[in-house]
């Protein structure tokens, strides 16, 4: 971060209500405090990838690697997949 100070950092958790029910998966601009909520059925890793599928269609590669380059979240299994979204061919 020191060596790329324009780097945006993305935060990226979940809003469950109910285990077992729908929830949220929040993705948080922290520069602009934008944010993008998607629902889901289920609180696991799959859905996650599937949330990144549109972005991944409607984002030229250079705008989607600027605006994900850093994706903070915390232990929860739903996140444990990460290495699906990082090995798309326009991250690194």
Known sequence: MEKNPVTTVVQ????ISTI???SLLTIHFVE???ILNFL???NTSQPVIENFEPLDSQLVKDRFKQLFSVIVTD?????SNSKKIEC???VG
């Open 75 to 79: 232990d929860g299994s739903e996140f």
């Open 20 to 22: 077992g029910e729908k």
């Open 12 to 15: 990226m958790d979940s809003v």
């Open 88 to 90: 798309r061919d326009y």
């Open 40 to 42: 889901r059925d289920v």
């Open 32 to 34: 602009s405090s934008q």
